[in-house]
């Protein structure tokens, strides 16, 4: 016993020093630098409207008159009024509700006055007096049609207007007029309510009222210094009170951690309660490092107290787990159920908060087959702006993401070698140790595509420039990295350093294109050089003189293979309010900060994009440009990260429901840095988020400047051998992700898509979020991110089998089946019914790999069949819009027992002919049938036929062998080398 | 040595080659090197190399499908080039461990005719590059993928690479000359260590005798001197003078003591409140909003903090406190020489003047010899004691005896060091003894690196400031390298390397002590081609010197490296 106990302690001690050193805050987001809902006037005035609303028998001072009703072309227009106290006039409020062709309704609600100018700025600003009205021009692109057929019902009760829109007008909007508010129906059932709770709140124009001057009234003569400072104090408590009973604290003047928001406009908000009756899901409205899922904000046990918030900001070491506030917003949302999908998008660049809680109603034990249900209340605020909302019914995900994506553009086709692996660091050091790790890649066999460098290439931080003494010869070094089709991405942000000297600098005070503060003057402001300027994107001069900086000419030493990364641009601002812009900075046009904020970043990469456009006359290739801060329509001009995360198991983690958010919210070319930015993994970590970073759309290796070398082949072995492995599938499976691209880029589908998305009818993994498919492919990865795994649990949602795809185990039922995972192994299965197409010899560039040959690994379903898509292009030009591509669709048919190459191209133009020549000769080396059934064995041929062979070769006799399934293993079989062109239509008959 | 295995290659291959033709009329397949040209002979069919078992139609030797699970099939394309470990796992076609799943050839032969043959990896093979490196003929892409064309440029290759090789055999040589002179310089210098560890023993010994006898000497001073009493000139005179001005300026000297004690006092309270503030703003700063001159000064702190620097010595502070303490309580008494009193050595020395002369003598003599051995019986207070000054004669004696002692112990420890010099590992032939202290530098980026053999690596910025240090020379390893070779010969190549590892350098922000592995190669100079930061502070130097040519190595690595 004595001695049992003795042997306890030292286990005791070992576990409190490893607890102990898992609570080092080592490194920690610093909270005190951003504001909770209560640090920001307008949230926490319309918190606590929420919450005075809710206790008392609230009534919504907002009414639509219906006199001011006019339905024309599609569009609802009419005058909403805002009543205030007694005495004070109604506060009119334009209303337009439009219905779209797509079944898509717009919701606009404005302030009139300030519309018309009719208001007065305070401190002499020169600021804009309407309510910001642009966002849509930087965010939409299409989707716009006016619905025709929409019409007003002409059944509707009193005081109410109905509209019925949508294909075949299945969809309705039910328009309350008072209290103001619109259920939308689809198929007759709500799904959206808007001003269900009565919290529409507009803030709108007033005076301020400055403090009745009583002081100077008792202060006759010269009394007690005391008797004056008690009447002052008295002063401030009634203010504080207000006299409507308002809490005007915050109304026109807010100061957090040392800056002062002037507020001229004083207080704007718009904010409107939207709720999802019978939904227990909501997705969307990145980016946060929280769940796929969305918990609840309003406090209980393991909720979040505080609001989602979107506000782009530079947040240094974010934690998990949060609503908090990161480097991008896309305020759109949607809410699942079994059968029906719906969303709002929210368009408004301002800074926003959404709260969001779920009411359940259990179900009453008496009454038998009525269950409980729960409806998920949001409630969104932002501080300036129009009320400017997007509904969508659905009624499934991809409808959603495909009318998202109408309306804010898709992601635009990468480059191929876009889609590979890229090797970043902060930072490589000197050109030779750029060329010095592109060829230790080659030594060790492991395939990359893209070096980066980070903010120490340049000269004193001076983008545009290189460091003469560490950057000699830059030139060479792309012509180095171009001999394998490998490409450089160097990184330019929007601060430019306020120096003598510096012609760029120079020029943006000349032509007067950064953004200036509040007196009008050039906003001057810190970050990574020191003095810094922004550039105001903004400003379509700005892009016009941006445009220019990069051709060959002006940013020498870069070439048609240097790409460009885009960061800090929320902006970043190391001595500004929350580490950004004051917001009373002014953009072009007199457009207040407030109003633009989170569409700032999108301005600049979008202006990047533009100048990788025109680098060189005639020189037209897909840009890349990766960028950190985002909004709705980014997608159009490039890829995201999820900035700087840790190197810890928990980022790792939260990676997976980052990037899937992303995914379905438009988004879809995104990851999260690999190996963790901050920090230095373990060998078994740095393996584990190789093995997960391949299943990122955007696959980058990334490392802090303080952190030791992690570049692949330096782990050593089994580390390196293992990470290889990780890469090479990536590269294998290439052309099957580039095909996901293509979906995304046509139809807005996510790259890697959540569990729900795949299967919108299996309740129970609606909420799934720790494995993903890969675009339409049946691929289902379940990466490893706990320490020390040797297997990981699987969700398998239907009743398909499911393959291993390194050795064909067959995993079948739905729920949970444990899969080996050991180190070296990537728990990885393919869905029965699909073609993956892959190419299998391992190259040192994907560049290299265009004109390898293609296997085509065909998954038989339970029934026996199997489809797939494969999308192929010249990885580079544009050319592909017109025509010059290769899309073919892969089907088996159990029944017929033969193999299809079908075309899914529209129209052969001259270009497609030329690329299709091009092309030729690049052919299906393989096919493998897995789950093979067993009538094959003993089959030593097939027959391949292809159109367009010479009649005597119209009938081929190939090789096929079969292999029989063995314990768990499925049997499978190959055809040797068919020798069919990709291009090509062919069948090869099993029969 | 790379060079040395290309030359060997170079003389090897084109017998190779003839052999092979000689043996083989029919062409070789593609990509077939002559070692494995036996496995192509036959006409009718193909043997999996690896795997006797599978026998395929000549046909399908390279025809762009993979058929052997050794990958034999395919020597001339890129059909095979999955196979690897590296690869991605996939199913085996049987049973696992039946067949050989490894590349049975190296890679695809270039015949680089005009130049040296080579193998190239099956994954370079029709990717649409032309790898003139490995195959300078050009024909690893024969397919033209993509419409690639790449010409032959084996003459013109061929054609420099000789004239390399000429300009690396003629710098080997030179370089192979200028070891075995280092070598001799090593020996000579070996010889002068040894010859001075003769010379040194016997100066030890001559030193020891004269020690022995000056110990000797002093002792029969000393007891000469015991019975000597000794009296100040002109009593309470001299000594009483010097006394007090002694006391005035000890006072003195204990005041500004304390003063400038105080003042110490003052300043490390100043700098534990700065180092405090320092401290604080090192873990509070923003590093990600590294604004230059923050991390300037974060760096420097860092570096400031890393340095050791001895804390306040407490037995220091504490002997400072007993100087400061009055006099009183300490052992001087002012007022014994201020009024001095009679002895009663005085009494005896006047109790002899009653005497007549020759009895004086014989008593003092007498008495002298009684009070030696009083004394040296303790019986007797000893005159001399520590507050009383020597004589010069027992001075003069054991300052000639310390002098002499001071000597020998110079000489023993410099034996000591020399000695274990020679047991020191210099290195293959102890070359690097004639290149000890020798420095090379080489500027990269914006630092200027310096490596001083067996001695310390330091890094100096280009723009200013202080150096640092990036390691001082621990020991002698050899270790495996594999590294291209550039066409001047300035490169590690591909094998065991002897290397000096250096440690212990200044601290690194956020990281280890700097450390160095100074990897050397063969060169016919002394010079350092390349510096790498590995990680964090962590160094690697490739260094060319004659000192390391014409070696073997790691068949001489040293037994004691680990230490």
């Given at each position: 016993?004595?001695?049992?106990?003795?042997?306890?302690?030292?286990?005791v001690?070992?576990?409190?020093?490893?607890?102990?050193?898992?609570?080092?805050?080592?490194?920690?987001?610093?909270?005190e630098?951003?504001k909770?809902?209560d640090?920001s006037?307008f949230?926490?005035?319309?918190?606590?409207f929420?919450?005075?609303?809710a206790?008392?028998?609230?009534?919504?001072?907002?009414?639509?008159?219906?006199?001011?009703?006019?339905f024309?072309?599609?569009?609802?227009?009419g005058?909403v009024f805002?009543?205030?106290?007694?005495?004070?006039a109604?506060?009119r409020?334009p209303?337009?509700?439009?219905?779209?062709?797509?079944?898509?309704?717009?919701?606009?609600?404005?302030?009139?006055?300030?519309l018309k100018?009719?208001?007065?700025?305070?401190?002499?600003s020169q600021a804009?007096?309407e309510?910001?009205?642009?966002?849509g021009?930087?965010?939409?692109?299409?989707?716009?049609?006016?619905?025709?057929g929409?019409?007003?019902?002409?059944?509707a009760?009193?005081?109410?207007t109905k509209v019925?829109?949508?294909?075949?007008?299945?969809?309705?909007?039910?328009?309350?007029?008072a209290?103001?508010?619109?259920?939308f129906?689809?198929?007759?059932?709500t799904?959206i309510?808007?001003?269900?709770?009565?919290?529409l709140?507009?803030?709108?124009w007033?005076?301020k009222?400055?403090?009745?001057?009583?002081?100077?009234?008792?202060?006759?003569?010269?009394?007690?210094?005391?008797?004056?400072?008690?009447?002052?104090?008295?002063?401030?408590?009634?203010?504080?009170?207000?006299?409507?009973?308002e809490?005007?604290?915050?109304?026109?003047?807010?100061?957090?951690?040392?800056?002062?928001?002037?507020?001229?406009?004083?207080?704007?908000?718009?904010a409107?309660?939207?709720?999802?009756?019978?939904y227990?899901?909501?997705?969307?409205i990145?980016?946060?490092?929280?769940?796929?899922?969305?918990?609840t904000?309003r406090?209980?046990?393991?909720?979040?107290?505080?609001?989602?918030?979107?506000?782009?900001?530079d947040?240094?070491e974010?934690?998990?787990?949060?609503?908090?506030?990161?480097?991008?917003?896309?305020?759109?949302?949607?809410?699942?159920?079994?059968?029906?999908?719906v969303?709002?998008?929210?368009?408004?660049?301002?800074?926003?908060?959404?709260?969001?809680?779920?009411?359940?109603?259990?179900a009453?034990?008496?009454?038998l087959g009525?269950?409980?249900?729960?409806?998920?209340?949001?409630?969104?605020i932002?501080?300036?702006?129009?009320?400017?909302?997007?509904?969508f019914?659905?009624?499934?995900?991809?409808?959603?993401?495909?009318?998202?994506?109408?309306?804010?553009?898709?992601?635009?086709?990468p480059?191929?070698?876009?889609?590979?692996?890229?090797?970043?660091?902060w930072?490589?050091?000197?050109d030779?140790?750029?060329?010095?790790?592109?060829?230790?890649?080659?030594?060790?066999?492991?395939?990359?595509?893209?070096?980066?460098?980070?903010?120490?290439?340049?000269?004193?931080?001076?983008?545009?420039?290189?460091?003469?003494l560490?950057?000699?010869n830059?030139?060479?070094m792309?012509?180095?990295?171009d001999?394998r089709?490998?490409?450089l991405?160097?990184?330019?942000?929007?601060?430019?350093?306020?120096?003598?000297?510096?012609?760029?600098?120079?020029?943006?005070k000349?032509?007067?294109?950064a953004?200036k503060?509040?007196?009008?003057?050039?906003?001057?402001?810190?970050?990574w050089?020191?003095?810094?300027?922004?550039?105001?994107?903004?400003n379509?001069?700005?892009?016009?003189?941006?445009k220019?900086?990069f051709?060959?000419?002006?940013?020498?030493?870069?070439?048609?293979?240097?790409?460009?990364?885009?960061?800090m641009?929320?902006?970043?601002?190391?001595?500004?309010?929350e580490?950004t812009?004051?917001?009373?900075?002014?953009?072009h046009?007199?457009w207040?900060h407030?109003?633009?904020?989170?569409?700032?970043?999108?301005t600049?990469?979008?202006?990047?994009?533009?100048?990788?456009?025109?680098?060189?006359k005639?020189?037209?290739?897909?840009p890349?440009?990766l960028?950190?801060?985002?909004?709705?329509?980014?997608?159009?001009?490039?890829?995201?990260?999820?900035?700087?995360?840790?190197?810890?198991?928990s980022?790792?983690?939260?990676?997976?429901?980052?990037?899937?958010?992303?995914g379905?919210?438009?988004?879809?070319?995104s990851?999260?840095?690999?190996?963790?930015?901050?920090?230095?993994?373990?060998?078994?970590?740095?393996?584990?988020?190789?093995?997960t970073?391949i299943?990122?759309?955007?696959?980058r290796?990334?490392?802090?400047i303080?952190t030791?070398?992690?570049?692949?082949y330096i782990?050593?072995?089994?580390?390196?051998?293992?990470?290889?492995?990780?890469?090479?599938?990536?590269?294998?499976?290439?052309?099957?992700?580039y095909?996901?691209?293509h979906?995304?880029?046509?139809?807005?589908?996510?790259?890697?898509?959540?569990?729900?998305?795949?299967?919108?009818?299996?309740?129970?993994g609606f909420?799934?979020?720790?494995?993903?498919?890969?675009?339409?492919?049946?691929?289902?990865?379940?990466?490893v991110t706990?320490?020390?795994?040797?297997?990981?649990?699987?969700?398998?949602?239907?009743?398909?089998?499911?393959?291993?795809?390194?050795?064909?185990?067959?995993?079948q039922?739905?729920?949970?089946?444990?899969?080996?995972?050991?180190?070296?192994?990537i728990?990885?299965?393919m869905?029965?019914?699909?073609?993956?197409?892959?190419?299998?010899?391992?190259?040192?560039s994907?560049?290299?790999?265009?004109?390898?040959?293609?296997?085509?690994?065909?998954?038989?379903d339970?029934?026996?069949?199997?489809?797939g898509?494969l999308?192929?292009?010249?990885?580079?030009?544009f050319?592909?819009?017109q025509?010059?591509?290769?899309?073919?669709?892969f089907?088996?048919?159990g029944?017929r027992?033969?193999?299809?190459?079908t075309?899914?191209?529209?129209?052969?133009?001259?270009?497609?002919?030329?690329?299709?020549?091009?092309m030729?000769?690049?052919?299906?080396e393989?096919?493998?049938?897995?789950?093979?059934?067993?009538?094959w064995?003993?089959?030593?041929q097939?027959?391949?036929?292809?159109?367009?062979?010479?009649e005597?070769a119209?009938?081929?006799?190939?090789?096929?062998e079969?292999y029989?399934?063995?314990?768990?293993?499925?049997?499978?079989?190959?055809?040797?080398?068919?020798?069919?062109?990709?291009g090509?239509?062919?069948?090869i008959?099993?029969? | 040595?790379?060079?040395?295995?290309?030359s060997?290659?170079?003389l090897?291959?084109?017998?190779?080659?003839i052999?092979a033709?000689?043996?083989?009329?029919?062409?070789?397949?593609?990509?077939?090197?002559?070692?494995?040209?036996?496995?192509?002979?036959?006409?009718?069919?193909?043997?999996?190399?690896?795997?006797?078992?599978?026998?395929l139609?000549?046909s399908?030797?390279?025809?762009?499908?993979?058929d052997?699970?050794?990958?034999?099939?395919?020597?001339?394309?890129?059909?095979?080039?999955?196979?690897?470990?590296?690869?991605?796992?996939?199913?085996?076609?049987?049973?696992?461990g039946?067949?050989?799943?490894?590349?049975?050839?190296?890679?695809?032969y270039?015949?680089?005719?005009g130049?040296?043959?080579?193998?190239i990896?099956?994954?370079?093979v029709?990717?649409?590059?032309?790898?003139?490196?490995?195959c300078c003929?050009?024909s690893?892409?024969?397919?033209?993928?993509?419409?690639?064309?790449?010409?032959?440029?084996?003459?013109?290759?061929?054609?420099?690479?000789?004239?390399?090789?000429?300009?690396?055999?003629?710098?080997?040589?030179?370089?192979?000359k200028?070891?075995?002179?280092?070598?001799?310089?090593?020996?000579r210098?070996?010889?002068?260590?040894e010859?001075?560890?003769?010379?040194?023993?016997t100066?030890i010994?001559?030193?020891?005798?004269?020690?022995?006898?000056l110990?000797k000497?002093?002792?029969?001073?000393e007891?000469?001197?015991?019975?000597?009493?000794?009296?100040g000139?002109?009593?309470?005179?001299?000594?009483?003078?010097l006394?007090s001005?002694?006391?005035?300026?000890?006072?003195e000297?204990?005041?500004?003591?304390?003063?400038?004690?105080d003042?110490?006092?003052?300043?490390?309270?100043?700098i534990?409140?700065?180092?405090?503030i320092l401290?604080?703003?090192?873990?509070?700063?923003?590093?990600?909003?590294?604004?230059e001159?923050?991390?300037?000064?974060?760096?420097?702190?860092?570096?400031?903090?890393?340095?050791?620097?001895?804390g306040?010595?407490?037995?220091?502070?504490?002997d400072?406190e007993e100087?400061l303490?009055?006099d009183s309580?300490?052992?001087?008494?002012?007022?014994?020489?201020?009024?001095p009193?009679?002895?009663?050595?005085?009494?005896?020395?006047?109790?002899?003047?009653?005497?007549p002369?020759?009895?004086r003598?014989?008593?003092?003599?007498?008495?002298?010899?009684l009070?030696?051995l009083?004394?040296?019986?303790?019986?007797?207070?000893?005159p001399?004691?520590?507050?009383?000054?020597?004589?010069q004669?027992?001075?003069?004696?054991?300052?000639?005896?310390?002098?002499?002692?001071?000597?020998?112990?110079?000489?023993?420890?410099?034996?000591?060091?020399?000695?274990?010099?020679?047991?020191?590992?210099y290195?293959p032939?102890?070359?690097f003894?004639?290149?000890?202290?020798?420095c090379?530098?080489?500027?990269?980026?914006e630092?200027?690196?310096?490596h001083?053999?067996l001695?310390?690596?330091t890094?100096?910025?280009?723009?200013?400031?202080?150096h640092?240090?990036?390691?001082?020379?621990?020991?002698?390893?050899?270790?495996a390298v594999?590294?291209?070779?550039?066409a001047?010969?300035?490169?590690?190549?591909?094998?065991?390397?002897?290397?000096?590892?250096?440690?212990?350098?200044?601290?690194?922000?956020?990281?280890?002590?700097?450390?160095?592995m100074?990897?050397?190669?063969?060169a016919e100079k002394?010079?350092?081609?390349k510096i790498?930061?590995?990680?964090?502070?962590?160094?690697?130097m490739?260094?060319?010197?004659?000192?390391v040519?014409?070696?073997?190595?790691?068949?001489?690595?040293?037994?004691?490296?680990?230490?």
């Amino acid at each position: 016993m004595m001695f049992t106990t003795a042997a306890r302690w030292p286990a005791v001690f070992l576990l409190l020093s490893a607890l102990c050193t898992l609570f080092v805050p080592a490194v920690t987001v610093k909270h005190e630098n951003f504001k909770t809902c209560d640090q920001s006037g307008f949230c926490k005035r319309n918190r606590q409207f929420a919450d005075d609303a809710a206790a008392s028998s609230w009534t919504s001072p907002y009414a639509l008159d219906p006199a001011t009703i006019t339905f024309k072309n599609g569009q609802l227009s009419g005058t909403v009024f805002k009543t205030l106290k007694e005495g004070e006039a109604q506060v009119r409020l334009p209303l337009t509700v439009t219905f779209l062709e797509s079944g898509v309704a717009r919701v606009t609600l404005d302030e009139e006055r300030r519309l018309k100018g009719d208001v007065d700025l305070r401190h002499g600003s020169q600021a804009r007096k309407e309510r910001y009205n642009e966002a849509g021009k930087w965010a939409l692109v299409g989707g716009l049609k006016v619905a025709d057929g929409a019409a007003l019902s002409e059944k509707a009760e009193a005081g109410y207007t109905k509209v019925f829109y949508g294909d075949a007008g299945k969809h309705q909007a039910v328009i309350r007029h008072a209290p103001f508010g619109i259920e939308f129906q689809r198929d007759g059932e709500t799904q959206i309510k808007f001003n269900d709770r009565g919290l529409l709140n507009m803030e709108h124009w007033r005076q301020k009222v400055e403090p009745p001057p009583k002081e100077e009234e008792k202060k006759e003569g010269d009394e007690e210094n005391k008797d004056e400072e008690k009447t002052e104090e008295k002063v401030e408590e009634k203010k504080d009170e207000g006299p409507k009973g308002e809490d005007e604290s915050t109304w026109w003047e807010e100061t957090f951690g040392g800056n002062t928001d002037s507020k001229p406009r004083g207080p704007e908000a718009a904010a409107l309660d939207i709720s999802f009756p019978g939904y227990e899901h909501v997705f969307g409205i990145p980016e946060h490092a929280t769940r796929l899922s969305l918990k609840t904000t309003r406090g209980g046990d393991g909720n979040y107290k505080e609001p989602y918030r979107l506000y782009n900001a530079d947040v240094f070491e974010y934690e998990m787990d949060s609503p908090m506030t990161l480097y991008g917003a896309i305020p759109f949302m949607q809410a699942h159920r079994k059968g029906s999908t719906v969303g709002v998008f929210w368009l408004n660049a301002a800074e926003t908060w959404v709260d969001v809680v779920k009411s359940k109603t259990t179900a009453n034990p008496l009454a038998l087959g009525l269950k409980g249900h729960t409806d998920i209340q949001t409630h969104w605020i932002s501080e300036s702006g129009l009320l400017d909302v997007f509904v969508f019914l659905g009624p499934t995900p991809q409808d959603l993401t495909r009318q998202y994506g109408e309306l804010t553009g898709y992601t635009a086709m990468p480059q191929s070698f876009a889609i590979a692996y890229h090797q970043c660091r902060w930072n490589y050091v000197t050109d030779e140790d750029v060329k010095d790790v592109d060829r230790k890649f080659d030594k060790f066999n492991i395939p990359y595509d893209v070096i980066w460098l980070d903010i120490e290439y340049t000269h004193e931080k001076k983008y545009f420039t290189w460091d003469p003494l560490t950057f000699v010869n830059p030139t060479k070094m792309h012509k180095h990295l171009d001999k394998r089709e490998r490409k450089l991405v160097a990184i330019i942000d929007p601060h430019i350093k306020n120096t003598n000297d510096y012609p760029v600098i120079d020029e943006l005070k000349k032509k007067g294109l950064a953004v200036k503060n509040k007196d009008g003057g050039d906003y001057e402001g810190w970050c990574w050089p020191g003095s810094s300027m922004w550039i105001d994107c903004f400003n379509p001069a700005a892009i016009t003189w941006w445009k220019g900086l990069f051709k060959y000419d002006s940013f020498k030493g870069t070439a048609p293979n240097t790409f460009i990364w885009n960061d800090m641009n929320e902006p970043s601002v190391f001595n500004g309010p929350e580490t950004t812009m004051p917001k009373d900075n002014l953009h072009h046009d007199n457009w207040e900060h407030r109003d633009v904020h989170n569409i700032n970043g999108m301005t600049f990469h979008n202006a990047t994009y533009e100048a990788m456009l025109e680098r060189k006359k005639g020189e037209i290739r897909r840009p890349f440009v990766l960028t950190r801060a985002f909004y709705s329509g980014s997608q159009r001009v490039g890829a995201m990260w999820t900035g700087d995360n840790l190197a810890e198991w928990s980022h790792l983690e939260a990676s997976i429901p980052m990037v899937l958010n992303q995914g379905i919210s438009g988004f879809p070319f995104s990851g999260a840095d690999v190996g963790g930015f901050f920090g230095n993994p373990s060998k078994e970590l740095l393996t584990r988020w190789y093995q997960t970073g391949i299943f990122y759309p955007f696959f980058r290796g990334h490392a802090h400047i303080d952190t030791r070398r992690r570049e692949p082949y330096i782990a050593g072995s089994p580390y390196t051998e293992i990470i290889t492995q990780a890469l090479r599938l990536r590269y294998q499976l290439l052309p099957a992700w580039y095909t996901a691209f293509h979906e995304a880029a046509t139809i807005g589908a996510p790259i890697i898509r959540p569990n729900f998305y795949i299967h919108p009818e299996d309740e129970k993994g609606f909420a799934v979020d720790d494995q993903l498919y890969v675009g339409s492919t049946g691929l289902l990865a379940k990466p490893v991110t706990k320490e020390g795994a040797e297997s990981v649990s699987v969700y398998i949602a239907d009743d398909q089998p499911y393959y291993n795809y390194f050795d064909y185990t067959v995993y079948q039922g739905a729920g949970q089946h444990t899969v080996p995972a050991p180190l070296d192994t990537i728990p990885l299965l393919m869905q029965g019914g699909h073609v993956i197409p892959r190419r299998d010899r391992p190259r040192r560039s994907s560049g290299l790999m265009k004109f390898d040959p293609f296997t085509l690994v065909v998954v038989l379903d339970k029934d026996g069949n199997a489809a797939g898509t494969l999308y192929v292009d010249d990885g580079e030009t544009f050319d592909y819009q017109q025509g010059a591509y290769i899309h073919r669709r892969f089907s088996f048919d159990g029944k017929r027992n033969a193999l299809t190459s079908t075309n899914l191209h529209p129209r052969a133009t001259v270009k497609t002919d030329a690329y299709l020549k091009t092309m030729a000769k690049v052919r299906v080396e393989k096919v493998i049938v897995v789950g093979a059934p067993k009538a094959w064995k003993g089959k030593s041929q097939v027959v391949v036929s292809e159109e367009g062979a010479k009649e005597s070769a119209r009938k081929r006799q190939v090789g096929f062998e079969y292999y029989e399934s063995s314990g768990k293993k499925a049997a499978w079989a190959v055809v040797r080398d068919p020798k069919v062109a990709i291009g090509k239509g062919w069948k090869i008959d099993f029969s | 040595m790379g060079k040395y295995q290309l030359s060997s290659l170079a003389l090897l291959l084109p017998l190779l080659t003839i052999c092979a033709n000689a043996a083989s009329e029919a062409p070789r397949p593609r990509g077939v090197g002559p070692e494995f040209a036996k496995f192509y002979k036959d006409a009718e069919s193909f043997t999996c190399i690896s795997n006797p078992s599978i026998k395929l139609e000549v046909s399908r030797l390279n025809d762009d499908y993979c058929d052997c699970p050794d990958g034999s099939d395919e020597p001339g394309t890129a059909a095979c080039s999955y196979i690897s470990p590296l690869s991605p796992a996939q199913p085996s076609r049987v049973k696992t461990g039946q067949f050989n799943e490894t590349l049975a050839l190296p890679g695809y032969y270039c015949k680089n005719k005009g130049h040296l043959p080579g193998y190239i990896p099956f994954t370079n093979v029709n990717d649409g590059v032309c790898d003139y490196e490995l195959c300078c003929d050009g024909s690893d892409e024969w397919e033209g993928v993509g419409g690639v064309k790449c010409e032959d440029r084996c003459a013109k290759i061929g054609k420099e690479w000789r004239k390399q090789d000429e300009a690396r055999q003629k710098s080997l040589t030179a370089a192979n000359k200028r070891r075995k002179e280092l070598v001799v310089e090593a020996g000579r210098l070996r010889k002068e260590v040894e010859d001075r560890i003769l010379t040194l023993q016997t100066q030890i010994q001559s030193q020891e005798i004269k020690t022995e006898a000056l110990t000797k000497s002093l002792a029969e001073v000393e007891r000469q001197e015991k019975g000597k009493v000794i009296k100040g000139a002109g009593k309470g005179g001299k000594v009483t003078v010097l006394a007090s001005l002694a006391k005035d300026r000890i006072q003195e000297l204990v005041d500004n003591l304390s003063r400038v004690k105080d003042e110490r006092e003052t300043a490390r309270t100043r700098i534990e409140e700065l180092e405090a503030i320092l401290k604080r703003f090192k873990e509070e700063y923003n590093p990600n909003f590294n604004d230059e001159g923050v991390k300037r000064a974060v760096k420097a702190w860092e570096d400031y903090a890393a340095q050791e620097r001895p804390g306040p010595d407490s037995a220091r502070d504490r002997d400072l406190e007993e100087i400061l303490k009055p006099d009183s309580e300490s052992a001087i008494k002012w007022e014994e020489y201020e009024a001095p009193e009679e002895s009663d050595v005085d009494v005896l020395y006047k109790f002899e003047e009653y005497l007549p002369d020759p009895v004086r003598k014989w008593v003092d003599h007498k008495l002298r010899d009684l009070r030696i051995l009083l004394i040296e019986n303790g019986i007797l207070a000893d005159p001399h004691t520590s507050d009383t000054p020597e004589s010069q004669a027992v001075a003069s004696a054991r300052e000639q005896l310390a002098g002499a002692t001071r000597e020998l112990d110079a000489d023993k420890s410099e034996l000591q060091k020399h000695r274990e010099d020679l047991d020191k590992d210099y290195g293959p032939d102890s070359v690097f003894r004639a290149l000890q202290g020798h420095c090379v530098e080489q500027d990269s980026g914006e630092y200027t690196y310096e490596h001083c053999f067996l001695d310390k690596t330091t890094q100096k910025p280009k723009k200013g400031g202080g150096h640092t240090g990036m390691g001082n020379f621990v020991r002698i390893e050899t270790i495996a390298v594999d590294e291209d070779l550039p066409a001047d010969g300035k490169g590690l190549g591909s094998g065991v390397r002897w290397a000096l590892v250096y440690e212990g350098g200044q601290h690194c922000w956020n990281g280890p002590n700097r450390s160095t592995m100074v990897v050397l190669a063969c060169a016919e100079k002394d010079e350092m081609w390349k510096i790498v930061e590995q990680e964090k502070c962590v160094y690697r130097m490739e260094v060319g010197t004659p000192a390391v040519c014409g070696i073997k190595e790691g068949k001489e690595a040293p037994v004691h490296s680990e230490l």
